[in-house]
Antibody, heavy 124, light 106 residues
Framework: QVQLQQSGPGLVKPSQTLSLTCAISGDSVSSNSVAWNWIRQSPSRGLEWLGR?????????EYAISVKSRITINADTSKNQFSLQLNSVIPEDTAVYYC??????????????WGQGTLVTVSS | DIQMTQSPSSLSASVGDRVTITCRASQSIGSSLNWYQQKPGKAPKLLLY???SLQSGVPSRFSGTGSGTDFTFTISSLQPDDLATYFCQHSHSIPWTFGQGTKVEI
């Protein structure tokens, strides 16, 4: 059974960097049939996909246009985890952040499972 | 981006009722539509993928139909454990987007 365990601070100051990690058990971050995503949820924006990383002979990243200039998603094969960095945060980045595995083995894709969620508040 | 519009935004029903939620995509997405259940304070949980395929372990009272732009999610007989918010999500092309959610109250 695949499980995702998130970690990282719940409070970040404006203009600083939000950093979260998602540790994977029961699957490999280098699997060729999945992608590893970050999604956030806030009352004002609902569920918002932020980006993903995946391995297909080499590493690929795709990001939402809304955060593309500020976001980095990296995989760490030695620890079997992946991470989110969001730079220059503003109060509007306050949200619950989720990591999620995206099943991609041909045809439609879906997210399963999700991490437990981390409430990140951007405030001084 | 493909916009996903869900209706209604909330509903109240009784145990045993049949509940239907609709999701409309702003362009054709084939059958690339997933449904999730989110209980208060928890992460979303996959219920249905590819419009109508039931995820392993999910009760058969949950079902989905549709293709193209119009999709329907149904709970055939509402149970107390179904108190939650339900979201649709397309997987046709990046960026993935979600509906705004339907809160089901009992």
């Amino acid at each position: 059974q695949v499980q995702l365990q998130q970690s990282g601070p719940g409070l970040v100051k404006p203009s600083q960097t939000l950093s979260l990690t998602c540790a994977i058990s029961g699957d490999s971050v280098s699997s060729n049939s999945v992608a590893w995503n970050w999604i956030r949820q806030s009352p004002s924006r609902g569920l918002e996909w932020l980006g993903r990383t995946y391995y297909r002979s080499k590493w690929y990243n795709e990001y939402a246009i809304s955060v593309k200039s500020r976001i980095t998603i990296n995989a760490d094969t030695s620890k079997n985890q992946f991470s989110l960095q969001l730079n220059s945060v503003i109060p509007e980045d306050t949200a619950v952040y989720y990591c999620g595995r995206e099943f991609t083995a041909g045809g439609p894709n879906w997210f399963d499972p999700w991490g437990q969620g981390t409430l990140v508040t951007v405030s001084s | 981006d493909i916009q996903m519009t869900q209706s209604p935004s909330s509903l109240s029903a009784s145990v045993g009722d049949r509940v239907t939620i609709t999701c409309r995509a702003s362009q054709s997405i084939g059958s690339s539509l997933n449904w999730y259940q989110q209980k208060p304070g928890k992460a979303p949980k996959l219920l249905l993928y590819a419009a109508s395929s039931l995820q392993s372990g999910v009760p058969s009272r949950f079902s989905g139909t549709g293709s193209g732009t119009d999709f329907t999610f149904t709970i055939s007989s509402l149970q107390p454990d179904d108190l939650a918010t339900y979201f649709c999500q397309h997987s046709h092309s990046i960026p993935w987007t979600f509906g705004q959610g339907t809160k089901v109250e009992i």
